[in-house]
């Protein structure tokens, strides 16, 4: 069983919806979570980054951690079909050295 | 130019031939990481250098696999005898201070061996 659990889709909304995309974790030792938008043929791109349990807005976009869970979300409003892409979740642990543990990526598709 | 840079962005190579990739971070940023994403996977980690040094290699996968840093600036991933499961998206990522910072990606060396 993987770390990080990501239904990788695909997710159709219409425009204008709003987008829920979630992930699952099993390592309670994950403090740092993060969204991560991949366009095709591009690396990821940050779109949010949260420490601990807690909400987080920017924009049509907000992202939702619940540790006791080991839940996290990432919401967008609004949606328009330019947010046509694969959305990554990651997180790691509180070391320096860090490295990003992702999920699978949800590909999502905004139709006109 | 002012985000991480990544070449060749395309590679073929036949099995068993070896290839280098390369990466260039932001400038100044200490930390360098280099994940491989399968195809419809997420990245999965690779190796993590802080300035010239190897701080993590528990992510490469066989011993065919090889990175260095030798200036702390500019990284190499060098796979020798190339196989077909090597076929993937080569990430490179840097960050600034510590390897706890944003790590920031470059759009990836997308390997093919046939």
């Known amino acids: 069983q993987k770390e990080v659990e990501q239904d990788p889709g695909p997710l159709s909304v219409p425009e204008g919806a709003i987008v829920s995309l979630n992930c699952t974790y099993s390592?309670?030792?994950?403090?740092?979570f993060m969204w991560y938008r991949q366009y095709s043929r591009k690396g990821p791109e940050l779109l949010m980054y949260?420490?601990?349990?807690g909400n987080k807005e920017d924009g049509r976009f907000t992202a939702q951690v619940d540790k006791s869970s080991k839940y996290i979300s990432l919401f967008i409003r609004d949606s328009q079909p330019s947010d046509s892409a694969t959305y990554l979740c990651?997180?790691?642990?509180?070391?320096?050295?860090?490295?990003?543990?992702f999920g699978t990526g949800t590909r999502l598709q905004v139709t006109l | 130019g002012a985000g991480v840079s990544q070449s060749p962005r395309y590679k073929v190579a036949k099995r068993g031939q070896d290839v280098a990739l390369r990466c260039d971070p932001i400038?100044?940023?200490?930390?360098l990481f280099w994940y491989q994403q399968a195809l419809g996977q997420g990245p999965e980690f690779l190796t993590y250098?802080?300035?010239?040094?190897?701080?993590?290699k528990s992510g490469l996968p066989s011993d065919r696999f090889f990175a260095e840093r030798p200036e702390g600036s500019v990284s190499t991933l060098k796979i020798q005898r190339t196989q077909q499961e090597d076929s993937a998206v080569y990430l490179c990522?840097?960050?600034?201070?510590?390897?706890?910072?944003?790590?920031?990606f470059g759009p990836g060396t997308r390997l093919t061996v046939l």
């Open positions: 990522a840097s960050s600034g201070t510590t390897g706890t910072d944003t790590q920031y």
């Open positions: 390592n309670s030792a994950f403090q740092y």
């Open positions: 949260t420490y601990s349990s």
């Open positions: 990651a997180m790691r642990n509180t070391g320096t050295a860090s490295k990003l543990t």
């Open positions: 400038s100044g940023h200490v930390s």
């Open positions: 250098f802080q300035n010239e040094a190897q701080l993590d």
